[in-house]
């Protein structure tokens, strides 16, 4: 089954503990993006990959850190979290070939409480 | 900046009854929209998509929507919700880099 997988679906942690939230997706696809959803505010992407060792910050980019290996692997790195970054997080993938994506498909979603 | 808006943060419909929720996007040359549906505790589905050519689009579901370049709207619409088309709805715009900037989502609520 294509689908883009997220890893772990809910975190506690405390500040400054750092982590890691997995993202791996099975469809080959070239783009990677991370986006934190907030009420009110919609979804916001914080960081995006056009292909592997290609990354460039989104709109809120700050306290994170990604990395891309590998073409199915897009992990999120919180170096030293703190409670402003609780949130839910969402990856997603795309096929792009240098053109407009036509769609964008997501994981499940992360739960991120920060104490 | 270019953006999007969703003008209801809440809506309440009965059941069988008719839906409209509007989206608004800003200045821009075609724009390519979409409609994203998040279900509780699950992750986003694409409901629809415009890019180009006819104004009114067909989705998923029974949905569809309409881009109205004269009103910068791109409402979304279905003749008769069920009950399990409560969830939160969210309008995308593409940009460039292929970002999806989204508005802000409409929680729809479905009472019998």
């Known amino acids: 089954e294509a689908q883009v997988t997220q890893n772990p679906r809910y975190l506690i942690t405390v500040t400054g503990k750092k982590l890691t939230v997995t993202c791996s997706q099975n469809?080959?696809?070239?783009?990677m993006s991370w986006y934190r959803q907030d009420p009110g505010l919609g979804l916001r992407q914080i960081y995006y990959?056009?292909?592997?060792?290609?990354?460039d910050k989104g709109d809120v980019p700050e306290g994170y850190k990604v990395s891309r290996k590998e073409k199915r692997n897009f992990p999120l790195i919180l170096e030293s979290p703190s409670p402003n970054q609780t949130s839910l997080y969402f990856c997603?993938?795309?096929?792009?070939?240098?053109?407009?994506?036509?769609?964008?498909?997501f994981g499940p979603g992360t739960r991120l409480t920060v104490l | 900046a270019q953006s999007v808006t969703q003008p209801d943060i809440h809506i309440t419909v009965s059941e069988g009854a008719s839906l409209e929720l509007r989206c608004n996007y800003s200045?821009?040359?075609?724009?390519?929209l979409f409609w994203y549906v998040q279900s509780p505790g699950q992750g986003l589905q694409l409901l629809l998509k415009?890019?180009?050519?006819?104004?009114l689009v067909q989705g998923i579901k029974g949905f569809e929507a309409e881009f109205k370049r004269s009103q910068s709207s791109f409402n979304l619409r279905k003749p008769s919700v069920h009950w399990s088309d409560a969830a939160e709805y969210f309008c995308?715009?593409?940009?460039?880099?292929?970002?999806?900037?989204f508005g802000a989502g409409t929680i729809l609520r479905v009472k019998s």
């Open positions: 415009y890019f180009s050519g006819d104004t």
């Open positions: 469809m080959n696809h070239e783009y």
């Open positions: 200045y821009g040359a075609t724009p390519y």
């Open positions: 990959s056009m292909n592997v060792e290609v990354t």
């Open positions: 997603a993938s795309g096929r792009d070939r240098g053109n407009v994506m036509n769609e964008q498909f």
């Open positions: 995308a715009r593409l940009e460039y880099g292929n970002k999806l900037v």
